[in-house]
Nanobody, 114 residues
Framework: QVQLVESGGGLVQAGGSLRLSCVVS????????VGWYRQAPGKQRELVSI????????NYAESVKGRFAISRDNAKNTVCLQMNHLKPEDTAVYSC???????WGKGTLVTVSS
């Protein structure tokens, strides 16, 4: 079966850091770009970051540039999102998506206290 499992979320104070992981199984992984998305309470889901299939190019939302970094390890079928200098407005459920497929993870909750 196809599975995307996110982990690494939790409660952190403003200015702190978290590292999220998305482990993919059951489908080909290395040929697809992967995106991290987030949805805050009362808001629409938004794109946070994308990494291309080989990891050679990345894109970030303006709100996280300079603070977040996306990476992938195709040998481990894993995409990570390093989040530094976290702000309360980063509070959301973070989910990963393998582009070109209809598969999403259930997400991991990140809560940043003021």
């Amino acid at each position: 079966q196809v599975q995307l499992v996110e982990s690494g979320g939790g409660l952190v104070q403003a200015g702190g850091s978290l590292r999220l992981s998305c482990v993919v199984s059951g489908i080909r992984f290395s040929i697809n770009a992967v995106g991290w998305y987030r949805q805050a309470p009362g808001k629409q889901r938004e794109l946070v970051s994308i990494v291309t299939s080989g990891g050679g190019a990345t894109n970030y939302a303006e709100s996280v540039k300079g603070r977040f970094a996306i990476s992938r390890d195709n040998a481990k079928n894993t995409v990570c999102l390093q989040m530094n200098h976290l702000k309360p407005e980063d509070t959301a459920v973070y989910s990963c998506n393998v582009h070109g497929t209809g598969y999403w993870g259930k997400g991991t909750l990140v809560t940043v206290s003021s």
